[in-house]
């Protein structure tokens, strides 16, 4: 398989895997030596090679391998494996596994196999590192409910932009983007006209706001910070799911009065919030550490005794930020009374609900 498509498959895996943890394509034997001492604590001497004069035990093997970079990673995702397993295991089912890992293999197609292969990977262990993912996601989105407070939601509500209209041409070459711009921005042009026929998305007419999901953040700023009938130049974005670039070329058609009241916009301004914080790194390394203080993780082997520094370290930063959080939460206490009762049924829907990673 060509390098640049088995670097694209562990692009994938990372992102398929959730953001705040890096999971790094470890050595298969590394990991399964270091998970079988983990759970046979008394096969030290048990004899993985024999030969004339020698033998080569589960200990020899892992006190080789264990200061690798990759084995501390296998460590680390092993020890996140079970902590979050323990805790949040009954929340992700089999099926939601499945579907984002049926999801990547239809990416792949007939190549899927052979881009496991390589990444030093089998149907299994990829299955783990989504679900182990997936378990993460689901206990950072519960810590995220907790930041719905009136201080951030007037926050949110500052940038926010409602409903705008735009017509958008989506292309995969910088070239012609570039032609098609010019054809579009002549005088006398019929953009509607042009974006139809050669935009490589099934629509060209959008409308969304701040909370959207439907176009790259940067084709919607495009289309925020112009007036009405202007077009933009062409916008360069990185395509997450093909880790290639596509080209864009926005024109406003219309754009909404924005509300004085937030409370106009609370269901928006709730995803815009969630987000924040579920992409947030420190916020996600601090939901971790919390959950490994609650599992009481205590490393007893010096060779790892570093792996979980990056959530010891993140507890102190976010700590300000969490007083804040109470902080508003008491001084906001009566506007928020006005929509506890929905709010609560909606947090209690939410949680119920195990969502996959592909539809968050």
């Not at 360069?236 to 864009?248: A, E, H, I, L, Q």
């Amino acid at each position: 398989m060509a390098n640049n498509e088995n670097s694209g498959f562990k692009k994938v895996i990372q992102s398929t895997a959730f953001k705040g943890i890096s999971i790094a394509v470890a050595s298969a034997l590394i990991g399964a030596g270091i998970t079988y001492l983990a759970t046979n604590n008394n096969s030290e001497n048990k004899a993985l090679v024999t030969m004339k004069g020698d033998t080569i035990t589960v200990s020899d093997f892992y006190n080789a391998a264990k200061d690798s970079s990759s084995s501390k990673q296998t460590m680390l995702n092993l020890i996140l494996s079970r902590v979050f397993e323990e805790q949040y295991g009954d929340k992700v089912s089999s099926e939601d596994v499945d579907k984002a890992y049926d999801k990547t293999a239809e990416s792949y197609g007939s190549s899927f196999s052979s881009a496991l292969a390589n990444a030093g990977l089998t149907a299994d262990t990829y299955k783990q590192q989504i679900r182990t993912s997936m378990l993460v996601e689901y206990a950072v989105k519960q810590a995220a409910k907790k930041e719905l407070t009136t201080k951030n939601y007037e926050e949110a509500y500052k940038d926010y932009q409602p409903d705008t209209t735009a017509v958008v041409i989506a292309l995969d070459d910088e070239e012609k983007a570039n032609s098609v711009h010019d054809q579009a921005t002549a005088d006398g042009a019929d953009f509607d006209t042009i974006a139809k026929d050669n935009t490589t998305a099934k629509k060209t007419e959008y409308t969304f706001n701040s909370a959207s999901t439907d176009l790259p953040e940067s084709v919607m700023e495009a289309a925020f910070n112009q007036d009405e009938g202007s077009v933009s130049d062409v916008i360069k974005v990185m395509d997450t799911s093909t880790y290639s670039y596509k080209y864009y070329i926005v024109k406003t058609t219309k754009k909404t009065e924005k509300d004085s009241n937030w409370k106009t916009y609370k269901k928006e301004l709730k995803k815009i919030i969630m987000a924040q914080y579920q992409n947030d790194t420190n916020f996600q390394n601090q939901v971790i550490a919390d959950t490994l203080e609650k599992a009481n993780v205590k490393i007893k082997d010096n060779s790892f005794a570093s792996i979980l520094s990056q959530y010891a370290t993140s507890s102190s930063s976010s700590s300000s930020k969490s007083s804040s959080s109470s902080d508003s939460s008491s001084e906001s206490s009566s506007s928020e009374s006005e929509s506890s009762s929905s709010e609560a049924t909606s947090a209690s829907e939410e949680a119920s609900t195990t969502e996959s990673s592909s539809n968050e």
